[in-house]
């Protein structure tokens, strides 16, 4: 939730949860945001889902240090509409390419 105080009144700017998706030499935060305050009535929220990837993390590797060949990563995807979905995402080296699905 993100909040402020006005003149002594609290008010709610968003609702909504941060998401981290951590593996062992990585990681993403995203904020996903479920409602926003609506701009015509105080204190009082509207649907609007947004989602925002606020930072990534990870180990470096240097181009001349990629292997050779394709890899294929199969796992977790979120998103504003599923949490729990699945993400396929082929990585070829050598065209220093990737693309991805995710299957909700």
């Not at 609506?38 to 929220?45: A, E, F, G, H």
């Not at 070829?92 to 299957?103: C, I, L, P, V």
């Amino acid at each position: 939730m993100q909040k402020i105080e006005v003149d002594g009144q609290t008010i709610t700017l968003a609702s909504g949860e941060f998401q981290i998706y951590k593996q062992d030499h990585s990681a993403v935060v995203a904020l996903r945001i479920e409602k926003i305050n609506n701009p015509d009535k105080i204190d009082s929220l509207i649907n609007q889902r947004s989602f925002l990837v606020s930072d990534l993390g990870g180990e470096h590797t240097a181009f001349n240090q990629l292997p050779d060949g394709k890899a294929e990563y199969h796992g977790k995807a979120f998103s504003s509409d599923d949490a729990g979905g699945k993400l396929t995402y082929t990585i070829d080296f050598a065209a220093k390419q990737g693309h991805g699905k995710s299957n909700t």
